[in-house]
């Protein structure tokens, strides 16, 4: 996908159109940029590695909000009751994909009251093990889990997220049942799998690489494509015979239903490029994060295949509720 390159004249008409009063975007009136997760995780650190660069090019301040909840749904609800003005907007994962499919009653339906801004980074997880544990690779792995099965714990930092999705599709694809035990955060997982409580976690590579780099815990695979720059050593699910399990987190911008369509292509011109200029890019680089340059159609596809996907395959995990 190409970097997009945004022109000085279109930078300084984005500028203008958001400071008119068809949008109400002022200098003293900041964008409030959403994060619907507690500070310190990827998509907090997305938003405040990006938003400082998009703020220069818009002359406009922008207040990274941490709204946390379960699944999500505060931050998200925060959005689509916003005034749809270009001042408020919404970051977050694959998480938002799913939320349909997790909670059928939600006070807000994400196609018809949220319009796609821009898809900027995505970025895989890891399975990583206790160190104790009797497997070296992930054959070893699977095998150990058909011979117990339901017995080896797993953790994930949220229900929902690309790392409770791929375990899901790891167990669905190597026909395997491993014991789920949800955490509020990924912190106190990868805690709970160096003292030996757990023994599997899914979890960001860029989140449990020191652990692994002082051989607290062992990574097995890795859920991109490709093996990845910051540990190109741990392997990925495909080239270990399940080339099924490819399963990455996009982080996505996304304002109220509504948004003149002039403001929506604006943030998402300044949003995609920030990410794509260095110093932004080299920094998400360096976090693990893989660039993503997708315009508002190119992320109202991605979230519509992500809804599909994601759905069915929790749906025949079991992970749903019964409707």
């Not at 590695?49 to 925060?78: D, K, W």
């Not at 859920?223 to 720059?229: F, L």
């Not at 540990?231 to 399963?247: S, Y």
Request: hydrophobic share 45%; glycine share 8%.
């Amino acid at each position: 996908m190409k970097t997009f390159l945004l022109t000085r004249r279109a930078a300084l008409s984005g500028a203008a159109l958001l400071a008119s009063p068809a949008v109400h975007a002022q200098t003293r009136r900041p964008i409030r940029l959403i994060v619907p997760f507690s500070a310190g995780g990827n998509t907090d650190a997305v938003a405040r590695l990006v938003s400082p660069r998009v703020s220069e090019m818009l002359g406009v301040p922008i207040a990274v909000e941490n709204r946390p909840s379960a699944s999500t749904i505060v931050g998200v609800e925060a959005v689509v009751r916003a005034q749809p003005d270009g001042t408020t907007i919404l970051i977050c994962d694959t998480t938002l994909a799913v939320l349909p499919t997790l909670h059928p009653t939600l006070p807000f339906d994400i196609f018809r009251d949220l319009m796609p801004v821009g898809a900027i980074a995505a970025a895989p997880t890891t399975l990583v093990v206790r160190r104790e544990l009797p497997a070296r690779n992930l054959q070893e792995f699977i095998a150990l889990a058909r011979a117990q099965p339901g017995q080896i714990s797993y953790a994930t930092g949220s229900i929902g997220g690309t790392a409770h999705l791929a375990a899901l599709l790891l167990q669905e694809s190597a026909q395997i049942r491993l014991n789920f035990i949800p955490y509020a955060g990924a912190g106190q997982a990868a805690n709970d799998l160096v003292a030996g409580h757990l023994d599997v976690n899914f979890s960001a590579l860029n989140a449990v690489l020191g652990l692994m780099q002082a051989g607290n815990i062992r990574a097995l695979a890795t859920s991109a494509a490709e093996r990845q720059s910051l540990a190109p050593e741990v392997p990925t699910f495909r080239e270990q015979g399940l080339p099924d399990v490819v399963v990455s987190a996009h982080w996505g911008l996304y304002a109220p239903n509504g948004t003149p369509a002039p403001a929506i292509q604006t943030l998402s011109d300044a949003f995609r490029r920030a990410a794509n200029e260095d110093p932004v890019r080299a920094e998400l680089v360096r976090r693990g994060y893989g660039l993503v340059n997708a315009d508002p159609a190119e992320h109202t596809r991605i979230l519509r295949e992500e809804f599909e996907k994601w759905g069915g395959v929790m749906r025949r995990a079991g992970a749903v509720p019964a409707r």
